[in-house]
């Protein structure tokens, strides 16, 4: 229930603060623009939190079985994947953050409120995202690397034990 209430609130605060992004355009609302950015750059890391990827060891007596560990192989390679979505959208935030900045001090922007706002939380996103979703990526790893080493190992004939 609560991963439901997780992925729900991570898809609810993207579609929100697209809407609060196109409301802040509409308006040249500053606290509109940057509630609508901080509400997509959270979003995926809720998604990524809503992951239904356990990220504990491989069960030996689980993996025995071909069809969990293939299960568990595909569910770790998409957990992996929504790290990689979200990893990009916080350095896709740095990066749009830049070109503000070189927009406001070449004078094709005149936001600077909005500007130091949104550079302020990109950067404190990154800060936080980054090595949070480092160190999830390092567990989805060793997990996935584990399970494609059983599978090899049952593929070529040398079942493995559950002990």
């Known amino acids: ?15 929100a603060g697209a809407g609060f992004a ?6 040249r609302s500053t606290s509109f623009g940057l509630f609508g950015a901080t509400l997509l750059l959270v979003s995926p890391a809720l998604g990524v ?3 239904p990827m356990s990220i504990g060891p491989v069960d030996p007596v689980d993996a025995t079985l071909l069809s969990a560990a293939t299960d568990r192989l595909h569910e770790s390679g998409r957990f992996l994947r929504a790290v990689r979505v979200c990893r990009a959208v916080a350095l896709l935030g740095l990066s749009y953050a830049v070109v503000l900045c070189m927009s406001q001090l070449g004078g094709l922007v005149d936001a600077p409120r909005f ?10 996103a990154a800060a936080i995202y980054l090595p949070w979703l480092s160190a999830r990526e390092r567990a989805a790893l060793a997990v ?12 070529s004939g040398r079942h493995w034990s559950a002990g």
Do not use: D, K, N
């Open 144 to 155: 996935h690397s584990e399970l494609q080493h059983r599978l090899a190992q049952f593929r």
């Open 115 to 124: 500007v130091a706002c949104y550079t302020l939380l990109s950067v404190a």
């Open 49 to 51: 939190a809503a992951s």
């Open 1 to 15: 229930m609560g991963r439901v209430l997780l992925l729900s609130s991570s898809i609810t605060a993207a579609v």
């Open 22 to 27: 196109f409301a802040a355009w509409q308006s």
